[in-house]
């Protein structure tokens, strides 16, 4: 079934509830409505997810498991470190996560699932943060152009701004390496 999902429903996100009703959502949410992406909101941009989920054919610790299906898009802008001028920086991706209803069940899991999520059973998650996150650590932490003498699309004016604006979790992501 395919449904659109409210800001709010995907922050109150009941996991095994859509796994069970075997969903396909998709949610737009303006990203001056969330809560780190707004610092590089583009114009009226919003972020697009589609969301569905798959049954996995593992079984861990006697436990069925569920795979969430994302797929992702955004237009941020960011600003080029080398000349100063505004840079729409476009997020894509598609990727899968398996769920475990435990600490224990995700411990059952081959080495080769790095990434995961844990979520009890009637758990409600922060979906829309847990994206959030996803894209600011696939963030460039030096945004630059690939040609700066290009006329650029987006945001002259913006410049005059001329805020800074850092990669908050570029500090993290340098632990992460
Ligand atoms: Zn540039």
Same mark, same amino acid.
């Given at each position: 079934?395919?449904?659109?999902?409210? !800001?709010?429903? +995907?922050?109150?996100?009941?996991?095994?509830?859509?796994?069970?009703?075997?969903?396909?959502?998709?949610?737009?949410?303006?990203?001056?409505?969330? =809560?780190?992406?707004?610092?590089?909101?583009?114009?009226?941009?919003? @972020?697009?997810? %589609? @969301?569905?989920?798959?049954?996995?054919?593992?079984?861990?610790?006697?436990?069925?498991?569920? %795979? &969430?299906?994302?797929?992702i898009s955004t237009i941020l802008d960011l600003q080029c470190q =080398?000349? +100063? #001028?505004?840079?729409?920086?476009?997020?894509?991706? %598609?990727?899968? @996560? *398996?769920?475990? =209803?435990?600490?224990?069940?995700?411990?059952?899991?081959?080495?080769?699932?790095?990434?995961? &999520?844990?979520? #009890? $059973?009637?758990?409600?998650?922060? @979906? &829309?943060w847990f994206i959030e996150e996803e894209i600011l650590l696939a963030? *460039?932490?030096?945004? !630059?152009?690939?040609?700066?003498? +290009? *006329? $650029?699309?987006?945001? !002259?004016?913006?410049?005059?701004?001329?805020?800074?604006?850092?990669? *908050?979790?570029?500090?993290?992501? $340098?632990? &992460?390496?």
């Amino acid at each position: 079934m395919n449904r659109v999902f409210s !800001k709010e429903q +995907l922050e109150n996100f009941d996991v095994w509830g859509f796994c069970k009703n075997n969903d396909i959502i998709g949610c737009q949410v303006a990203l001056t409505d969330t =809560r780190e992406l707004s610092k590089f909101a583009h114009q009226d941009g919003v @972020l697009s997810i %589609e @969301l569905a989920s798959q049954k996995n054919a593992n079984i861990f610790a006697g436990q069925e498991t569920f %795979e &969430l299906n994302f797929h992702i898009s955004t237009i941020l802008d960011l600003q080029c470190q =080398r000349c +100063l #001028e505004n840079l729409a920086w476009h997020y894509e991706q %598609e990727f899968s @996560l *398996p769920i475990f =209803r435990s600490e224990k069940q995700a411990e059952n899991a081959p080495e080769t699932v790095e990434d995961f &999520l844990v979520c #009890e $059973q009637a758990e409600k998650i922060d @979906l &829309l943060w847990f994206i959030e996150e996803e894209i600011l650590l696939a963030m *460039p932490m030096i945004a !630059k152009h690939e040609n700066c003498s +290009l *006329p $650029q699309a987006f945001g !002259k004016e913006k410049n005059n701004l001329a805020e800074e604006k850092e990669n *908050p979790f570029a500090a993290l992501k $340098q632990l &992460l390496k």
